[in-house]
């Protein structure tokens, strides 16, 4: 079993749709959580930090569920701009450890 | 701050020649990963430094590959000799807390031929 998996995709969405998908992990001694989102040939870039109480930003919800080891992004009001992969990342060492596995990404494209 | 610098962008080279991939962290990150990006495998870590010390190259597939780090601003990646199976995007990345994650640099894309 892969440490991070996710549905690679594509989510077709509507413009001004809202689209959610989830990434599962299989270490449960993971304790850091991110999604991060790259662009069609450029890096992966920072999206947000997944807490265990769930955040927002923006247009963006983040949860984590660590009974199920599952964490999940939800966009709002789905924009042309948001168009891209979203990688599902974890630190699988917890506390202790300083490397980030990623996920293989999931494909989301914002249509008029 | 001007983030974290890989050069080249791009690298076409024969099979059998010598690759090194450059990268400078960002000022006062003391950690830098070297990461590999393909659609198959997707992003797989290949080592990191701590301070100028490798700390972890499991990732590293094979004695082909080798990476070093002189001093806080400075990091290679080299692949000697370079195989077609080595095409890939490598990014370099940085940070001063793990736990918050990282900045990549824009990645240097290796074709091999």
């Known amino acids: 079993r892969k440490e991070v998996e996710q549905d690679p995709g594509p989510f077709n969405v509507p413009e001004g749709a809202t689209v959610a998908f989830n990434c599962t992990y299989s270490?449960?001694?993971?304790?850091?959580f991110f999604w991060y989102r790259q662009d069609c040939r450029k890096e992966p870039k920072l999206l947000m930090s997944v807490y265990s109480s769930g955040n927002e930003d923006g247009r963006f919800t983040a949860q984590l569920n660590r009974a199920s080891q599952y964490i999940s992004l939800l966009i709002r009001d789905s924009k042309l701009s948001d168009s891209a992969t979203y990688l599902c990342?974890?630190?699988?060492?917890?506390?202790?450890?300083?490397?980030?596995?990623f996920g293989g990404g999931t494909r989301v494209l914002v249509k008029p | 701050d001007a983030g974290v610098i890989q050069s080249p962008r791009h690298e076409v080279t024969e099979m059998g020649q010598e690759v090194t991939l450059r990268c400078k962290p960002i000022?006062?990150?003391?950690?830098l990963f070297w990461y590999r990006q393909t659609m198959m495998r997707g992003l797989e870590l290949l080592i990191y430094f701590n301070n100028n010390v490798p700390i972890d190259d499991s990732g590293m597939p094979e004695d082909r590959f080798s990476a070093k780090m002189p001093n806080a601003s400075f990091s290679t990646l080299k692949i000697q000799p370079s195989e077609p199976r080595d095409s890939a995007v490598y990014f370099c990345?940085?940070?001063?807390?793990?736990?918050?994650?990282?900045?990549f640099g824009s990645g240097t894309r290796l074709t091999v031929v």
């Open positions: 270490n449960s001694a993971s304790q850091s």
């Open positions: 990345a940085s940070t001063d807390q793990p736990n918050y994650g990282y900045t």
């Open positions: 000022s006062g990150h003391d950690y």
């Open positions: 990342v974890v630190n699988p060492e917890g506390a202790a450890g300083n490397k980030l596995t």
